[in-house]
């Protein structure tokens, strides 16, 4: 039997993916808020947002690993690679200036 044929193997597949999307938009959104408190110079909020923004995303790359999503986990690796990047970035911006 193929996978496509099995109604109960795509509910659960789709229903890994929104959980996988759901977290990773939440990241996005925290990672946002950090920015805006690094803005207004609200350097223990910006930390805290920026830890809950990685502390998310490792949260949804674990649960594509665990619903065995293969292109999932590829795309949390490569949002949290990003996550890292911007968060340095920023940091390191607003320290120097």
């Given amino acids: 039997m193929a996978i496509s044929e099995n109604p109960a193997v795509i509910?659960?597949?789709?229903?890994?993916?929104?959980?996988?999307?759901?977290?990773?938009?939440?990241?996005?959104?925290?990672?946002?808020?950090?920015?805006?408190?690094?803005?207004?110079?609200?350097?223990?909020?910006?930390?805290?947002?920026f830890f809950m923004a990685l502390a998310v995303g490792t949260s949804a790359l674990i649960t594509a690993i665990r619903a065995d999503l293969p292109y999932a986990v590829a795309i949390c690796a490569v949002v949290l690679c990003s996550e890292l990047v911007l968060i340095l970035r920023w940091w390191l911006r607003r320290t120097s200036a």
């Avoid at 999307?21 to 990241?27: E, P, R, Y």
């Fill in 11 to 49: 509910a659960f597949l789709g229903a890994a993916w929104k959980s996988v999307g759901s977290q990773l938009l939440a990241s996005g959104v925290i990672m946002l808020s950090g920015h805006q408190d690094l803005g207004l110079r609200a350097r223990m909020g910006a930390a805290l947002g």
